[in-house]
Structures are given as structure tokens and as C-alpha cells.
């Protein structure tokens, strides 16, 4: 079955211990993001990746890092986490071709404390 | 920049009722538009891509249109039912093709 897949779905941490939430999607991608997801805000992207080797930012990267060392694979990292980067976490994919549809993991709900 | 907007904010409907939900964005230059569907807490499931070229696409009791040229789009729901209560997101590419940018979303209720 074609899908993104995230883990944690849930996290509890405390502020400063670093984490990483995994991504991974098994329909050959080039395309892969993060977005979180807040009351009132809605869905703002963090980071994305045009291919391998290849990341940028979205519009609220401050706080994360990501990285791209394979295709398949986008990982999330939380270096020092605050109370502020408390939030529901998506990952997601697409491939490179201009009319191309997005498909999202099931979420990664954060909570700093 | 480019904005989506969605109206109405949230929706409650008795069940069997036909109903609109509205997307409308600020700029005309996207490569698609995709409506997605969200449960409290959960995930998002992609209901309709629309590519830029399309008017319109269906899926059993959905039916998406696009207007590019006043940048709206409606989600048509027919005959709809209490497992049709979640919340609906509208969401464009952005002119560079590197995100999604999503409205708000319409929550709507079916009462039965």
C-alpha cells in the first residue's frame, strides 16, 4: 500500500531533550515535507526537500533541522524542543511532476512540556 | 503571496441534506488544488486533486470544481451523512511548486 509513515504518533518530552521524528514513504518521492499544524494557524510548512541531499525552508523553520540522505526517508529534528514547538506534526510526499497530488502521514502529535 | 481562503467556517446539516463547501484563493498561477478531508486528531486524507487544466472532478458523492480565473473552488457533497462530519481543507501549490498552502478548513456537522 502506497503511504507515508511517521513515527511517533504520540511524543511526551521535556524542553531541551533532543528528538527526532522519522518519515518515510514508499512511493518512490522526490518530494518531501513537514508541516505542523496549530489552532487557528492552520497548516504552515517547515522544511522541504526537492530530492536527496537537497532541503529548504518553508515558512517557520526556526527550531528544526531536517535532513535527506535517502529517497525515501525525511526525518524531523527537534534539537532542544520548547513549549512552543508543541504541536500536531505531517509529514508529507509527492512525486516531481508539475500536475502531482499530495499524500500525507497520519500525524505526529508533540507535546513539550 | 497566495491566500486560501474558506467559507463557511463550520457547517451543521441534518443528514441526507446536499451541501457547498467554498475555497477561494488570491492568485490564479497553481498547478492544482487538492481538498482534503480531516477527522479530530487524525490525519489528512486526500479526497480531490484538480489539476490546473480540469473544470472539475468526482468521486461517488463529491464533486470538486475549480475557476481559476476568480480563483474559487467548491467541494459539492451529496446526500450527505453523519460519517461526513470532519473538517474539509482546501489547499493550492504555491507558485514555486515547493508547498501546499491550505485554508482554514470548513468544519461540518451531520446530524442524524
Known amino acids: 500500500e502506497a503511504q507515508v509513515t511517521q513515527n511517533p504518533r504520540y511524543l511526551i518530552t521535556v524542553t531541551g531533550k533532543k528528538l527526532t521524528v522519522t518519515c518515510s514513504q514508499n512511493m518512490n518521492h522526490e518530494y518531501m515535507s513537514w508541516y505542523r499544524q496549530d489552532p487557528g494557524l492552520g497548516l504552515r510548512q517547515i522544511y522541504y526537500?526537492?530530492?536527496?541531499?537537497?532541503?529548504d525552508k518553508g515558512d517557520v523553520p526556526e527550531g528544526y533541522k531536517v535532513s535527506r540522505k535517502e529517497k525515501r526517508n525525511f526525518p524531523l529534528i527537534l534539537e532542544s524542543p520548547s513549549p512552543n514547538q508543541t504541536s500536531l506534526y505531517f509529514c508529507?510526499?509527492?512525486?516531481?511532476?508539475?500536475?502531482?497530488?499530495?499524500?500525507f502521514g497520519s500525524g505526529t502529535r508533540l507535546t513539550v512540556v | 503571496k497566495q491566500e486560501v481562503t474558506q467559507i463557511p467556517a463550520a457547517l451543521s446539516v441534518p443528514e441526507g441534506e446536499n451541501l457547498v463547501l467554498n475555497c477561494s484563493f488570491t492568485?490564479?498561477?497553481?498547478?492544482?488544488l487538492q481538498w482534503f478531508r480531516q477527522d479530530p486528531g487524525k490525519g489528512l486524507t486526500s479526497l480531490l486533486l484538480?489539476?490546473?487544466?480540469?473544470r472539475e472532478q468526482t468521486s461517488g458523492r463529491l464533486n470538486a470544481s475549480l475557476d481559476k480565473s476568480s480563483g474559487r473552488s467548491t467541494l459539492y457533497i451529496a446526500a450527505s451523512q453523519p460519517g461526513d462530519s470532519a473538517t474539509y481543507l482546501c489547499a493550492v501549490d504555491n507558485q514555486a511548486g515547493t508547498a501546499l498552502i491550505f485554508g482554514k478548513g470548513t468544519t461540518l456537522s451531520v446530524s442524524s
Open positions: 508529507a510526499s509527492s512525486s516531481s511532476a508539475p500536475h502531482r497530488g499530495y499524500t
Open positions: 526537500s526537492m530530492n536527496v541531499e537537497v532541503t
Open positions: 484538480i489539476q490546473s487544466s480540469q
Open positions: 492568485d490564479s498561477a497553481i498547478y492544482n
